[in-house]
Each structure stands twice: as structure tokens, then as C-alpha cells.
């Protein structure tokens, strides 16, 4: 079951999103943690003949290493990319989004953050925002403009929820981009005190990420459940 869990899921108990700059670092260094990596945030970004009015974004992450050896990016076809300014597509971009890449095209991403009524849209699960009439009411504002290569395919990966507006794609981390936030990933060396953990750290140092979630299944499977009727029943 954990082994599936972390097919589907990727290899992780608890994550930071929206973490700003020197987060990953103060991690690394928490004696509570046992391994840590992330996602850097590229922004959503328009793509021309996306067909799906409700899903008009391409949502751009950059992993580190251990992003793809820990997170579930499963290709399909071609490859990982090997610096930042190669990308990986997702299938569903064109099964359900009605656009079509081949491997060795190039794609221009004016990547940016969702906005409505001046205010950053800070959860990536957070549907599209639209009027009663379906109108969309959120506005995209841009931050910077890449050129990427396409090296590769790979299935919807697991940590895109249905509601997402973004088909997730990933690229290598780029290294110039001091300012994008990150989504922090991490293991802990004792999974069944990490809600403890989670709360102290929003309490203590709330300004330094939005939000945070765990991988319940993974926890759950490695004894760290909130709640006993499922042991029980197990």
C-alpha cells in the first residue's frame, strides 16, 4: 500500500506551499526532518486552442533532482528534462485540453500569478474563478516570458487535482529566479508527531509559506494516522 501510495502520490509526508526564499534551507537544517526537496512555482501561463474553458492554463513547476525521483512524474514518452530550458509535457494537455506537442517543439510561457480583484490566487487546487454566467473573472498577471524545448510526455501526475485550472507541466529548476516561491516537500523522522510539527510552524513561522497539507495516505500506511477506526478495520 505505501508502495502504491507513493506511485500515485510521490514520496512525501508534508509539504509548504508558496514557501519563500531560505525555507528549504531552515528545513534541511531541522533536526525533525529526515529528507527535503521542492517545486519551484513558475507560474500559469495562456496557451493558444486550449479547448477546455474551464482549464485555460498551462501550470509550470521546476523540480531539483529529488522532485523527480520522489514526486510521481511518469513519462510516457521521451524524457526528463536536463536543464531549464527543456519541459515536459502532461497527456491530458492534449487528450482533454485539445492541444497537441511533438517531442523537439518549442513553447513560449508568459508565466505568471492569478489575480482577481488585486489579490494573488495562492492555491494551486483553487478552481477557476468565474461569474455566474461561466465568464471567468480572475486576470493573469505576468511575471517573466521562457522559451522551452519539449523533451517529454508523461501521465496527469497525481498532485494536480481535478479542479485545477493548470495542466501541470515541470521543467528543471532554474537557479536565476531568486524570488519564485516554492512548494517545500519533506519526510520526517518520526511521521506520527508531524501534525504537532505542521501546527508549530504555522504558529511560529506563518510569513514565510501560505499553506500546508500532508500525504494522508502515506502517513496513514507508516502508522501516522489521526485516526484509530482505521487501524481497526485494518
Wanted: without cysteine; hydrophobic residues 30%; aromatic residues 12%.
Amino acid at each position: 500500500m505505501v508502495n502504491v501510495s507513493v506511485y500515485n502520490n510521490g514520496n512525501w509526508e508534508g509539504v509548504l506551499y508558496y514557501s519563500q526564499e531560505g525555507t528549504l534551507d531552515a528545513i534541511k537544517d531541522d533536526d525533525y526532518i529526515k529528507d527535503s526537496f521542492q517545486g519551484q512555482i513558475l507560474g500559469y501561463s495562456y496557451v493558444e486552442g486550449i479547448q477546455n474553458q474551464y482549464k485555460p492554463y498551462v501550470y509550470l513547476l521546476g523540480g531539483d533532482e529529488e522532485f523527480f525521483d520522489k514526486m510521481p512524474v511518469h513519462i510516457t514518452g521521451g524524457r526528463l528534462p536536463k536543464n531549464s530550458q527543456e519541459i515536459v509535457l502532461p497527456n491530458h494537455l492534449r487528450s482533454n485540453g485539445g492541444v497537441q506537442y511533438n517531442l523537439g517543439d518549442t513553447i513560449t510561457l508568459k508565466l505568471g500569478d492569478r489575480v482577481i480583484d488585486g489579490e494573488d490566487i495562492l492555491i494551486e487546487d483553487n478552481a477557476l474563478q468565474v461569474d455566474r454566467s461561466e465568464k471567468p473573472i480572475e486576470e493573469l498577471k505576468v511575471r517573466l516570458e521562457r522559451t522551452y524545448t519539449v523533451v517529454g510526455f508523461m501521465e496527469r501526475p497525481g498532485f494536480e487535482s481535478f479542479s485545477a485550472p493548470g495542466y501541470t507541466a515541470v521543467t528543471l529548476k532554474d537557479d536565476s529566479l531568486k524570488d519564485s516561491p516554492s512548494n517545500v516537500y519533506f519526510t520526517t523522522k518520526a511521521p506520527k508527531d508531524i501534525y504537532d510539527y505542521l501546527d508549530s510552524l504555522s504558529s511560529n513561522d506563518g510569513e514565510s509559506f501560505v499553506s500546508y497539507s500532508t500525504n494522508s495516505d502515506i502517513l496513514r500506511y507508516r502508522g501516522a494516522s489521526s485516526y484509530d477506526s482505521f487501524y481497526s478495520v485494518l
